[in-house]
Each structure stands twice: as structure tokens, then as C-alpha cells.
């Protein structure tokens, strides 16, 4: 219950932080709260005091654009202040409207162009490997970021080089920029299409806590090769009117609606 | 000081060798390789360090993102192809995954301008410099002979941040002696000469020597500046160039309106303004053999000439 209070934070967090830059992603931010939730407060091994030390395990957020969600975990664990977040995208800020590694501690990569994540985090498996260090590889995936190829390419060299250090979660609210993912560019059977690719899936109810935590600590059993976790989850996830909507993936709330957003999130 | 009793080579030959000499060195090296590991020589090192050499496959975004992750866990990252593939085909992946973080990101990149000849436009690289000098923090490099472009993967394995590393196909006079050293930035004097400037770059370096001979039998004395290092731009020697000489030729094999000559030539139009020629490409070529088509397209001695004698022939 500790962890739903810090989701109800967080998400209270995206809210503002798009508010007060009347821009940003909300949608795809809301629907990755429990996972990051997972990662940063349950499963990780990190330190916001040592934000480059290399033993820790690497969160690489893909998905770049859903950079809010990042900021909420960071400032949660105390990377930066919460004081900050209204600086979010604007001018002379450390908040980046696309994450920038280094721009605050614990940011991992720059991203903000579609499908480059997991490249990036086969490369930190690979690094792993040739110094004998045991940390593990987290990649936030977007499904609809699945159009870009590089994401296949990554896959098929990630089952190649067996990478049992490497975890991908697709955060599958089935929404992207224009529509419906399903509309847009069809990716069922999904789950099969990450099988016959070489890695092990699974696939859960990405805001169900327990069933995330779960899911990646499976991951973490020893597996010769790479593994996904195919996250379902509700684009814009825990507001009404954000909900299941492409409409909410790239804009901030003006206050009537921050402040209807706030009041269905609750304290 | 140029020595030409050494063999031809290709510039390419220098880099599977010298990446091994830089791991039998101690240095943290990892290569990533976009299966033509033969063909850049990349593979000689995977032959040594299997462990340490990565084969993708032709998935060059995907090469260029794994070098990031790499480079950004503490590794010297080589990723190699040809040169119209990087930055062609992962140019985005350049740009956001090792520019915008400024990674510790090395690209060899073989097979530059149109010297690979016989495959064609496909294969010819003319955008290649000129589109990685538009990426921020890269060090972009065209070495003259196999000396000095083993000399320069040395040196960018050794300093902090991304480099390209243009090579070439055929192979070509070698120039230096063993011993050259390079020098990120610098320029290096081949021949003195106060009448005009001939700037070179790559492949053009020795083709401009010889135009430097043709010049000297008609008593224009010619200066000769190797430019192997595109980014950052040696200012000062083309500043004084310009200044004590009166006329500057710049000879790529490159495209013309996006190459070298055209950064010169925005700077010194800043600064020093003098007459300018330019020998280069401005367009594609076709299939053929590297020879000829160097002198169907102009990147030959007496187009440097040509160009020089017109530059005097403006000076005021």
C-alpha cells in the first residue's frame, strides 16, 4: 500500500508537471506508474547517492516522451527535489521535455526519437558481460514505438547474444500519436511475435502491482536469454477523461481539468 | 615530411590492425560490425578478441545504438561499415543515441566518396563528411595515407568523446613515414609555397602534391596543407594561408556544396576573405574503375591546377 500511495503521487506529479508546461505526455505517462513503481521502489538496485555507479542496475526509458513518469520515480527516490517539477520543459530547467542522459541524475539515456532504447540497452548487456559485473537492464518500450524496425533489430541481436541480463516491458496502453495502435499498425500477435524472436514472454495486467513485481522478478531467474514482459495497461490510467484516448497522448491540462485529474487521483 | 619509398596501401588496411595493437595495449575496446568486417578490416580483430567483437548483421541503427550503450558503460565503442551506410542508414541514431550525449563513440568508416567505383552511385559516399560535421561534438577525420589513419584511430581510441574516421578503398601512395604522428585539429605542412594554397583532403592529398609539381614547372609556388581533420577546423592555418598566400584551392573527394571547401569557405569569408576554387564532386557518378573515374569526375591534378591558376588570376 505503500507503493499504490507513491503511484497516487506520481501520477499526481504527471499531472502537474504537464500543467505547468501546458505540454508533455500525459497519456503514455499514467500507463507506466505501477511499472516504474516496480523498478524503483521494489526491484532495482540503485542509488540516488551515486546515480553513475556502475554495479546499479540501468532504468532505460525507450519511450522517451513519457519523460514525467521518469521525473516523478527520480524525485521519489530523491535524485532531485519535487520542488523542481513545475520547471518541467520550460526554459533553463534541468527537466528536459525528453529525457537527456545526465540532464538530472539517474536520467540514463537520451532519447526522444522512437526505438532506440533497446539498442542501447543490448549494448549495456553486452558491457556487463566483458566486465563481469551482475547488474540488470530494464527497457521501457512503447507499443506503439514497436512500428519503428531498430526495436526488431535490437531483439533479434538480444536473443543472439543471450542476454539473461536484459528485461524489456511493453507498456501496451494500445494507443499512439494518431489513434489506435490497432488501427494504426497492427501488431497481434504480438506475444508471438516476441517468441519467435527468441525471447521469453510474459504477459500481465500492467497496473495490477503485484502481478508486475512478479512478473520482473521472474525475469531476474536465471535465464540464459533476453526477456519481455507485455504490460496491458490504460493509456492515461486513473483519469477519466485521459483515458483510452489518443487525444491526451501529447498535450497538458489547463487548471479545470488538472484540477478534476488531481480530484479522480485522489490523495 | 612525406617519404615515398613506402608501398601503396589502402587507408582501410589500418584498422583492424591497430585496434588490435590498441587492446594488446590494455585499452577497454569493443567493436560493433555491420557485416563487412572483411572489407574494413574490423575482422582482423574479431579473428584475435572473439569475445570483445560484435557482429550484427547490415542493422546499422541497431550498431549504432549498441555502441552507445556500450560507450556509456564505460567502454571505447568502435562501430565500422561503409561509409554510405554510416551515417546513411543510422544517421538519427547518430544524431540522438551518441551525439546529444556526446559518447565516447568511435565509426570507421570505409569505402568513402567514389572510389569504390565498380557497385556504383549506391556505394559511393559523397554526403557522408559533410553530414556527420553537422553533428555536434563529433570529431570528423579524412586521413591522407594507411600512416596516418592508423595514426588517427589510435588517437580517437585515446581521447574522450565521438569521431568518425573516413578510409578508402584503394590503394594509394602512402605518404607518411611510420613515425607520423597526428594531431586532432592540426593541419600539416607538405610543401611551403607563397603564390596559393592548395587544401586537401583524404585520397586528394597526394593527387594535390602532384599538381603542386605541374604548378612549380610553370613557377607558381604552391603551398601544400593536408586537412585531414574536417571538425574542428584547423582556423588558424587557413587564416594564415589565406593571408600570406592570397588564394586557396580545397580538393575533396566530396560532395562540392557540402564538403570542406564550403566550411573554408564560410570562415574565411568571416575573416580572411580570398579567391577560392574548388575540386570535388557535385554530383553522383556511376559504376567504373576508381582511376578513371576519378578523372571523368574531375578529381584529378590538373583540375587542381586549373583551379589555381584562376584563384591567382582573381587575387587583387
Not at chain 1, 546515480?51 to 546499479?56: E, K, S
Not at chain 2, 572489407?39 to 549498441?66: C, H, V, W, Y
Request: glycine share 10%; with cysteine.
Amino acid at each position: 500500500e505503500q507503493l499504490a500511495e507513491a503511484c497516487r503521487r506520481a501520477r499526481r506529479s504527471i499531472i502537474d508537471m504537464t500543467f505547468y508546461a501546458q505540454s508533455g505526455h500525459p497519456g503514455g505517462s499514467l500507463s507506466s506508474v505501477e511499472i516504474l513503481a516496480a523498478l524503483y521502489l521494489r526491484l532495482m538496485r540503485h542509488d540516488p547517492e551515486r546515480a553513475d555507479w556502475p554495479d546499479r542496475d540501468r532504468f532505460i526509458l525507450s519511450k522517451a516522451h513519457a519523460v514525467p513518469v521518469l521525473y516523478a520515480f527520480l524525485a521519489e527516490c530523491g535524485y532531485f527535489p519535487f520542488e523542481e517539477m513545475p520547471t518541467f520543459r520550460h526554459i533553463d530547467s534541468r527537466l528536459q521535455g525528453h529525457s537527456k542522459a545526465g540532464s538530472v541524475p539517474g536520467v540514463e539515456m537520451s532519447g526522444g526519437s522512437l526505438g532506440q532504447g533497446l539498442s542501447y540497452s543490448v549494448g549495456q548487456c553486452l558491457a556487463a558481460r566483458l566486465d563481469s559485473r551482475d547488474y540488470r537492464v530494464y527497457c521501457l518500450i512503447g507499443d506503439g514505438e514497436q512500428d519503428e524496425g531498430q526495436v526488431w533489430e535490437a531483439a533479434m541481436s538480444a536473443a543472439h547474444y543471450r542476454l539473461g541480463n536484459l528485461t524489456a516491458i511493453v507498456d501496451r496502453n494500445g494507443v499512439q500519436n494518431d489513434g489506435f495502435v490497432k488501427d494504426i499498425m497492427r501488431q497481434d500477435p504480438l506475444a508471438d511475435k516476441w517468441r519467435a524472436f527468441g525471447w521469453q514472454v510474459q504477459e500481465i495486467n500492467g497496473h495490477d502491482q503485484r502481478a508486475v513485481i512478479d512478473a520482473i522478478e521472474q525475469t531476474r531467474s536465471g535465464s540464459d536469454g533476453p526477456s519481455v514482459i507485455i504490460a496491458e495497461t490504460v493509456k492515461g490510467k486513473g483519469v477519466s477523461f485521459m483515458e483510452n484516448t489518443a487525444a491526451w497522448h501529447g498535450k497538458g491540462p489547463n487548471a479545470e481539468e488538472r484540477e478534476r485529474a488531481l480530484a479522480e487521483i485522489g490523495a | 615530411m612525406t617519404t615515398t619509398q613506402q608501398a601503396d596501401a589502402a587507408t582501410r588496411e589500418a584498422f583492424g590492425p591497430t585496434l588490435i595493437k590498441l587492446r594488446e595495449a590494455g585499452l577497454d575496446i569493443a567493436v560493433v560490425d555491420g557485416d563487412l568486417g572483411a572489407s574494413t578490416t574490423a575482422k582482423a580483430f574479431g579473428d584475435k578478441f572473439p569475445e570483445r567483437f560484435f557482429t550484427l548483421g547490415p542493422a546499422e541503427q541497431n550498431m549504432i545504438g549498441i555502441a552507445a550503450g556500450l560507450a556509456a558503460a564505460g567502454k571505447i565503442a568502435f562501430a565500422s561499415t561503409f561509409a554510405v551506410f554510416m551515417p546513411g542508414r543510422c544517421y538519427d541514431q547518430l544524431r540522438v543515441s551518441v551525439s546529444q550525449p556526446n559518447l565516447n563513440v568511435k565509426l570507421f568508416a570505409s569505402h568513402g566518396g567514389i572510389t569504390p567505383g565498380e557497385d556504383g552511385i549506391s556505394a559511393q559516399a559523397i554526403e557522408d563528411l559533410g553530414l556527420m560535421c553537422s553533428l555536434i561534438n563529433f570529431n570528423v577525420i579524412c586521413p591522407a595515407d594507411v600512416v596516418e589513419t592508423a595514426a588517427a584511430v589510435d588517437y580517437a581510441a585515446r581521447h574522450q568523446g565521438p569521431y568518425f574516421i573516413r578510409a578508402g578503398r584503394p590503394k594509394i601512395p602512402t605518404l607518411y613515414a611510420p613515425d607520423h604522428e597526428f594531431v586532432l585539429g592540426k593541419a600539416d605542412l607538405l610543401r611551403p609555397g607563397g603564390d596559393v594554397t592548395i587544401v586537401a583532403t583524404g585520397i586528394m592529398v597526394y593527387i594535390a602534391l602532384q599538381a603542386a609539381e605541374t604548378l612549380a614547372a610553370e613557377g607558381i609556388d604552391a603551398r601544400v596543407l593536408n586537412m585531414a581533420t574536417w571538425r574542428p577546423l584547423d582556423t588558424a592555418a587557413l587564416e594564415a594561408a589565406a593571408r600570406e598566400t592570397g588564394a586557396i584551392v580545397v580538393a575533396e573527394e566530396h560532395l562540392v556544396h557540402t564538403g570542406l571547401g564550403a566550411m573554408i569557405a564560410q570562415h574565411l569569408a568571416s575573416v580572411q576573405p580570398v579567391p577560392m576554387g574548388f575540386v570535388g564532386v557535385r554530383g553522383y557518378a556511376e559504376s567504373g574503375k576508381w582511376d578513371e573515374l576519378m578523372a571523368k569526375y574531375g578529381l584529378t591534378p590538373e583540375a587542381i591546377a586549373r583551379e589555381a591558376r584562376a584563384a591567382i588570376a582573381r587575387k587583387r
